[in-house]
């Protein structure tokens, strides 16, 4: 009488297959990671974009070909609606409410882009984009700065800018600032 081999998988075989899945699921993973700090960041980049063409479109309708330029010294506004009307690191940013300025945009943006979760940074969070006006320009020339997720992250260069300047914060978090004449 010969032994009938039982039909199955050894443990070994299953546990081969188990780590071959735990493998490919952590590289997927991953994967799923960057794509999703990549949209946000297309996200943030797409509403700077709406924002510098409203301001372009302002400032082509404005018989001074000005910017519009809100009554506050230092004139910021935070681009989008946040917590107490602050943005920037941790919110320390504090901005003047933005009627003003969503009035002056209002006939060229259809509806205000919608606000972005914070930028996690190991210091606190970059919250929202801030606009202001460069001082002693007259509002000839407006800044935009905002920030985005993961080294080497590339800003938004909206037609008409003067310039673009990013830097990355420590290896977590670029920051996009661009002028606008």
């Given amino acids: ?9 050894t443990l ?8 071959i899945i735990g493998i490919l699921s952590s590289i997927v993973l991953v994967s799923l990671n960057q794509a999703r700090i990549k949209a ?3 996200a943030r980049n797409s509403q700077i974009m709406e924002y510098a063409k409203a301001l372009a479109l302002f400032k082509s309708d404005s018989p001074q ?8 010294l230092p004139p910021k506004f935070c ?5 107490d009307n602050k943005c920037g690191r941790n919110g320390e940013e504090s901005v003047a409410i933005g009627t003003v ?5 209002d006939p060229y943006l259809p509806s205000f882009p ?12 970059f919250i929202g984009a801030i606009f202001f006006v460069t001082p002693l320009s007259g509002a000839k020339q407006v800044s935009i700065q905002w920030w985005l997720e993961g080294v080497g992250a590339v800003c938004a260069r909206p037609q008409n800018t003067y310039t673009l300047a990013s830097t990355d914060l420590s290896g977590e978090v670029t920051e996009c600032l661009v002028t606008l004449e």
């Fill in 1 to 9: 009488m010969g032994r009938t081999k039982p039909s199955g998988f």
């Fill in 12 to 19: 070994i075989e299953l546990l081969v297959v188990i780590s």
């Fill in 40 to 42: 946000k960041n297309s």
């Fill in 65 to 72: 070909n000005l910017f519009p330029n809100p009554p506050q």
């Fill in 79 to 83: 681009l989008g609606t946040y917590i």
């Fill in 101 to 105: 300025l969503d009035n002056s945009l």
């Fill in 114 to 125: 919608a606000v972005q979760p914070p930028v996690p940074y190991s210091a606190g969070n």
